[in-house]
């Protein structure tokens, strides 16, 4: 049972403190990582999916970020703005939800790149996705295929793909990338104010309807200056 998604809200609301002097002047999603801003990567990519319509939220540095997308001819970009006050990961996607439809969608969070091996990654979500088992779908990277990444791995998989914490181990084997397609009946039940989709995952784990797709490119992490010269070194060899 496959769905793909024409809708996604990316999060570009943080401070990117950890990128250091690269976000001095400009919001994280506008450092360039082979002569382009993150953001455009990233709507890009969802375009390249048959996304046609992308929430994009909004904190520092906002108005750069806005004049930036204004520009884009497509696709549809809508803003979520958070100047006010930063709502967190899952905050920032349940303040999104009014302005998006009722069909499952991707969230996208704006400092992970890769590289395609086969049939591009969001397709291939897409092509997982079973709304009658799943919740949420995430895309990962296997460790020994990832930059950019600070810890020892997020969660373990399992054969039929459900997903597991790393917890107590000592290491995992696969990273989150940033990228998942899920519902909005996931944030059912949720806080009003600033709260992280770890809330909303943690929930999903014990039901058994948190599942992964192992990426099979290289996963980059862009965030810190380090991140962003490993994912240029990545990017240039495809």
Not at 26 to 45: F, S
Not at 67 to 75: I, Q, T, V, W, Y
Not at 87 to 100: F, N, Y
């Given at each position: 049972?496959?769905?793909?998604?024409?809708?996604?809200?990316?999060?570009?609301?943080?401070?990117?403190?950890?990128?250091?002097?690269?976000?001095?002047?400009?919001?994280?999603?506008?450092?360039?990582?082979?002569?382009?801003?993150?953001?455009?990567?990233?709507?890009?990519?969802?375009?390249?999916?048959?996304?046609?319509?992308?929430?994009?939220?909004?904190?520092?540095?906002?108005?750069?970020?806005?004049?930036?997308?204004?520009?884009?001819?497509?696709?549809?970009?809508?803003?979520?703005d958070e100047r006010e006050a930063l709502?967190?990961?899952?905050?920032?996607?349940?303040?999104?939800?009014?302005?998006?439809s009722d069909a499952p969608f991707f969230?996208?969070?704006?400092?992970?790149?890769?590289?395609?091996?086969?049939?591009?990654?969001?397709?291939?979500?897409?092509?997982?996705?079973?709304?009658?088992?799943?919740?949420?779908?995430?895309?990962?990277?296997?460790?020994?295929?990832?930059?950019?990444?600070?810890?020892?791995?997020?969660?373990?998989?399992?054969?039929?793909?459900?997903?597991?914490?790393?917890?107590?181990?000592?290491?995992?084997?696969?990273?989150?990338?940033?990228?998942?397609?899920?519902?909005?009946?996931?944030?059912?039940?949720?806080?009003?104010?600033?709260?992280?989709?770890?809330?909303?995952?943690?929930?999903?784990?014990?039901?058994?309807?948190?599942?992964?797709?192992?990426?099979?490119?290289?996963?980059?992490?862009?965030?810190?200056?380090?991140?962003?010269?490993?994912?240029?070194?990545?990017?240039?060899?495809?």
């Open positions: 049972m496959s769905f793909h998604p024409t809708e996604a809200m990316v999060l570009a609301a943080g401070l990117g403190t950890r990128m250091q002097h690269l976000t001095d002047d400009r919001p994280k999603p506008m450092v360039e990582v082979m002569g382009r801003p993150l953001i455009d990567h990233v709507i890009d990519a969802l375009e390249a999916a048959g996304v046609n319509h992308v929430v994009v939220n909004v904190h520092y540095k906002a108005e750069m970020l806005i004049d930036h997308l204004g520009a884009r001819k497509s696709p549809r970009i809508s803003i979520s709502m967190d990961t899952g905050g920032g996607v349940k303040q999104a939800l009014p302005l998006l969230t996208y969070n704006s400092d992970f790149l890769w590289t395609e091996q086969g049939a591009p990654a969001l397709r291939r979500m897409g092509d997982a996705w079973d709304d009658t088992k799943m919740d949420a779908l995430m895309l990962l990277s296997p460790m020994d295929k990832t930059t950019g990444f600070d810890g020892a791995g997020d969660f373990f998989m399992d054969d039929a793909g459900r997903l597991t914490r790393r917890g107590s181990a000592s290491a995992a084997p696969f990273a989150w990338m940033g990228v998942q397609i899920t519902t909005k009946a996931a944030y059912a039940e949720t806080p009003d104010g600033p709260f992280s989709n770890n809330l909303i995952w943690d929930r999903m784990i014990p039901n058994g309807r948190l599942f992964g797709l192992a990426h099979k490119g290289t996963g980059c992490h862009v965030g810190s200056p380090q991140g962003a010269r490993e994912a240029e070194e990545v990017l240039a060899q495809t």
